[in-house]
């Protein structure tokens, strides 16, 4: 069993600064690739950010500059910080980790957030 849990949104005055964290848990053997999605109402999901094992990350063109992703590999954890937020940044925001249970597992397997709402007002 493998529980992820985000947490870290709210409400922020265009301009303001939040940060969201992502925790994994439970039966994990390792973690390969973590991140971000957010969905914005009537609009797909589109992802905003990755990290891989080794630290390497990519930004969606709308978040560059703004956001940084980074993760504690020793806390399983994802943490995504957004600084001068605009209102078109609220949505309600998903993580998600791409993991193995066991040592013999050859595909990944991704489990998401419950997601968490970030608001921001003009």
């Known amino acids: 069993q493998v529980q992820v849990v985000e947490s870290g949104g709210g409400l922020v005055q265009a301009g303001g600064s939040l940060r969201l964290s992502c925790a994994a848990s439970?039966?994990?053997?390792?973690?390969?690739?973590m991140g971000w999605y957010r969905q914005a109402p009537g609009k797909q999901r589109d992802v905003v950010a990755t990290?891989?094992?080794?630290?390497?990350?990519n930004y969606a063109d709308s978040v560059k500059g703004r956001f940084t992703i980074s993760r504690d590999n020793a806390k399983n954890t994802v943490f995504l910080q957004m600084n001068s937020l605009k209102p078109e940044d609220t949505a309600v925001y998903y993580c998600?980790?791409?993991?193995?249970?066991?040592?013999?597992?050859?595909?990944?397997?991704?489990?998401w957030g419950q997601g968490t709402q970030v608001t921001v007002s003009s």
């Open positions: 998600y980790v791409d993991l193995r249970i066991t040592s013999t597992q050859t595909t990944l397997f991704r489990y």
């Open positions: 439970g039966s994990i053997f390792s973690i390969n690739r």
């Open positions: 990290i891989t094992s080794g630290g390497s990350t």
